[in-house]
């Protein structure tokens, strides 16, 4: 059974640093994965979303890249602004379904 | 601009009561999804659709149920409203059908109805 992981569950940055956020999945049969984010008491924004065949995606200043022989993702985010501030999820669709497998998410702060 | 929309942000029903949840999209999309997300639980899905007056259970159905009789709308229905149901309700929706391709499928959310039952 698929299973998503994110670690870590939180963290706070200073305003202009890059980061990386992780994203752990079990099953590396895919069809892609997804990240969101979620600002609080909101829904969730589609971001970024990787097809299996792909490597990497680019939008703006995110950077999301697959690495499906190790199970994992990567969304890297450059320049951070106290507007990135927002829970982050990712999401891998198993193949055969229709129903994404999400993680529990990163909690991120930047600090102005 | 694409969008899902759930008809309420904020609800507050009494325990006992019978509660609906609407959820509208204009995509044309052939899935429908509802999920609860709970603090430190992430997000469950409770039921979704794959077509017109089609539905299959999620992990967590039980004290829901749903209803699509039309391609564009999707309702979750608490049959008798309890406390341990209050959370944030979130709808989705996502292309795709029998025979299609899936690799390019993506979700796309509502933004979400908190519902308080007391």
């Known amino acids: 059974k698929q299973e998503v992981t994110q670690i870590p569950a939180a963290l706070s940055v200073p305003e202009g640093e890059n980061l990386v956020l992780n994203c752990s999945f079990t099953d590396s049969a895919i069809y892609n994965l997804q990240w969101f984010r979620q600002d609080p008491g909101k829904g969730l924004t589609s971001l970024l979303l990787i097809q299996s065949s792909q490597r990497e995606q680019t939008s703006g200043r995110l950077n999301a890249s697959l690495d499906k022989s190790s199970g994992r993702s990567t969304l890297y985010i450059a320049a951070s602004q106290p507007g990135d501030s927002a829970t982050y999820l990712c999401a891998a669709l198993p193949s055969g379904t229709y129903k994404y497998i999400f993680g529990t998410g990163t909690r991120l702060k930047v600090l102005a | 601009d694409v969008k899902v929309t759930q008809s309420s942000r904020y609800l507050v029903k009494r325990t006992g009561e019978k509660v609906f949840l609407e959820c509208v999209q204009d995509m044309d999309h052939e899935n429908m999804f509802w999920y609860r997300q709970d603090p430190g639980l992430g997000l469950r899905l409770i039921y979704f659709?794959?077509?017109?007056?089609?539905?299959e259970k999620g992990d967590i159905p039980e004290g829901y149920s749903v209803s699509r009789e039309k391609k564009e709308r999707f309702s979750l229905i608490l049959e008798s409203a309890s406390t341990n149901q209050t959370s944030m309700y979130l709808c989705?929706?996502?292309?795709?059908?029998?025979?299609?391709?899936?690799?390019?499928?993506?979700?796309?959310f509502g933004s979400g109805t908190r519902l308080t039952v007391v």
């Open positions: 989705a929706s996502s292309e795709g059908g029998f025979g299609r391709e899936l690799f390019s499928l993506g979700y796309t």
């Open positions: 659709s794959y077509d017109v007056k089609m539905k």
